[in-house]
């Protein structure tokens, strides 16, 4: 039974999901923002930035089913709305929060892979919490059961001082 909704178990996610579902979630994170956005160069994005960002998304790709992956996180990684690194802002004028970054990933984090970019270079993930795009040279691939046999150990989380 699934107390909080917010979390995912990961250990129960479906082994198979349909294109609607990993294309809902994708859009559901992936979306152009209703207001102005900008680099910290001050340009303002166009609608073609953003249909390069969409284009991305690699949507047409999605098979009817897909199996979906398991990965860890292998370096901090920033879990983006878009495939890309790009910085973007509400104003010309005030920089300091990128419109793009979602959270961020530590390593030893289990994720599930949903999706990757038309690029190569992201991966769709969701963690036990969030899902977004984030760069594929911070997860390896691996078996489901290898990643939680190794932190269900009592001997993973324990220390003899």
């Given at each position: 039974m699934r107390v909080n909704p917010y979390v995912n178990d990961l250990q129960k996610f479906p082994q198979i999901i349909n294109k609607e579902t990993?294309?809902?979630?994708?859009?559901?994170?992936?979306?152009?923002?209703?207001?102005?956005?900008?680099?910290?160069?001050?340009?303002?994005?166009?609608?073609?930035?953003?249909?390069?960002?969409?284009?991305?998304?690699n949507l047409?790709?999605?098979?009817?089913?897909?199996?979906v992956q398991y990965a860890v996180v292998v370096k901090r990684a920033n879990m983006r709305s878009f495939a890309t690194q790009d910085k973007v802002f509400k104003t010309p004028t005030e920089i300091n929060l990128d419109r793009f970054q979602e959270t961020a990933l530590f390593p030893a984090e289990v994720v599930v892979v949903l999706?990757?970019?038309?690029?190569?270079?992201?991966?769709?993930?969701?963690?036990?919490?969030?899902?977004?795009?984030?760069?594929?040279?911070?997860?390896?691939?691996?078996?489901?059961?290898?990643?939680?046999?190794?932190?269900?150990?009592?001997?993973?989380?324990?220390?003899?001082?």
């Open positions: 990993i294309q809902q979630t994708i859009l559901s994170v992936s979306k152009k923002p209703t207001s102005a956005r900008f680099y910290a160069n001050g340009k303002q994005l166009t609608d073609q930035d953003f249909n390069r960002y969409q284009k991305q998304l047409d790709s999605i098979k009817p089913t897909q199996l999706h990757y970019s038309l690029n190569g270079q992201w991966a769709f993930v969701t963690s036990y919490n969030y899902s977004a795009w984030v760069p594929i040279d911070s997860i390896a691939l691996g078996k489901k059961r290898n990643y939680f046999q190794i932190s269900s150990s009592q001997r993973f989380f324990s220390h003899n001082w």
